[in-house]
């Protein structure tokens, strides 16, 4: 992902080199972002402190959104790396490959500065891996209770978060928190299906003790 983003980048500052004062483009793509589509983490920080014509923040300007995105957004990549690192074993098998990939494709939906809703399509493909690794014949049984409920907090966060967005602005109070709260409603949903596909790689105890590691100071 990395050799993919910076390779053709570093090749076109080679061919055009007046294309870099166009840089800032690139830069403003990680500035803070309260858009009530974005459903990454960026958004979910953003419209904590940041109001929009369609949400009023929950504590306005009382912190800066974008040390608070990065922080968490590395703990994201650092758990998911750290869930494929401790898993690098099952990534030789064909089932633990498919969940790898799953799991970091939903990781990097999740942490993308601003993922719209409806890119949070490229989710079924992650879903079909999952299905193809641990349910082939397509039968659910094969998830335990746990992930069938985790399966089903990202399928019930993606009918229900159209619904938030039929609210218009209100004005600041307990009604207006809680939309905004909802209104990262298929993130949450993403980061159960994250969640899920983690303990397909790993015991679920040591999934726990790599996120609690990712964010601890």
Same mark, same amino acid.
């Given at each position: 992902?990395?050799?993919?983003?910076?390779? $053709?980048?570093?090749?076109?500052?080679?061919?055009? %080199? &007046? /294309?870099?004062? #166009?840089?800032?483009?690139?830069?403003?793509?990680?500035?803070?972002?309260?858009?009530?589509?974005?459903? !990454?983490?960026?958004?979910?920080?953003?419209?904590?402190?940041?109001?929009?014509? @369609?949400?009023?923040?929950?504590?306005?300007? *009382?912190? #800066? $959104? /974008?040390?608070?995105?990065?922080?968490?957004?590395?703990?994201? *990549?650092?758990?998911?790396?750290?869930?494929?690192?401790? *898993?690098?074993? @099952?990534?030789?098998?064909? #089932?633990?490959?498919?969940?790898?990939?799953?799991?970091?494709?939903? +990781?990097?939906?999740?942490? /993308?500065?601003?993922?719209?809703?409806?890119?949070?399509?490229?989710?079924?493909?992650?879903?079909?891996?999952?299905?193809?690794?641990?349910?082939? #014949?397509?039968?659910?049984?094969?998830?335990?209770?746990?992930?069938?409920?985790?399966?089903?907090?990202?399928?019930?966060?993606?009918?229900?978060?159209?619904?938030?967005?039929?609210? +218009?602005?209100? %004005?600041?109070? $307990?009604?207006?928190?809680?939309?905004?709260?909802?209104? !990262?409603? !298929?993130?949450? +949903? &993403?980061?159960?299906?994250?969640?899920?596909?983690?303990?397909?790689?790993? %015991?679920?105890?040591?999934? /726990?003790?790599?996120?609690?590691? !990712?964010?601890? $100071?």
């Amino acid at each position: 992902v990395v050799a993919g983003f910076v390779v $053709p980048l570093g090749l076109a500052a080679v061919a055009l %080199p &007046n /294309a870099a004062l #166009d840089s800032g483009k690139l830069v403003a793509l990680f500035r803070p972002d309260p858009y009530f589509t974005n459903q !990454s983490i960026n958004g979910f920080v953003s419209r904590l402190v940041e109001g929009t014509d @369609r949400m009023t923040a929950l504590a306005p300007g *009382a912190f #800066d $959104p /974008a040390p608070v995105v990065a922080i968490l957004t590395i703990g994201l *990549a650092g758990a998911t790396v750290g869930t494929l690192w401790r *898993a690098r074993k @099952r990534l030789r098998t064909t #089932d633990g490959l498919a969940v790898a990939l799953a799991l970091t494709l939903v +990781g990097a939906t999740a942490g /993308a500065p601003k993922t719209s809703f409806w890119n949070t399509a490229l989710l079924l493909v992650a879903l079909g891996l999952l299905l193809y690794a641990a349910a082939p #014949d397509l039968n659910l049984g094969a998830l335990d209770r746990v992930e069938r409920r985790l399966l089903l907090t990202w399928l019930a966060t993606a009918f229900l978060q159209p619904l938030v967005w039929i609210v +218009g602005p209100l %004005p600041p109070g $307990p009604i207006a928190g809680l939309v905004v709260v909802l209104g !990262s409603l !298929s993130l949450y +949903g &993403n980061l159960a299906l994250w969640w899920l596909l983690g303990r397909r790689l790993l %015991p679920s105890e040591i999934t /726990a003790e790599l996120v609690v590691a !990712s964010v601890r $100071p």
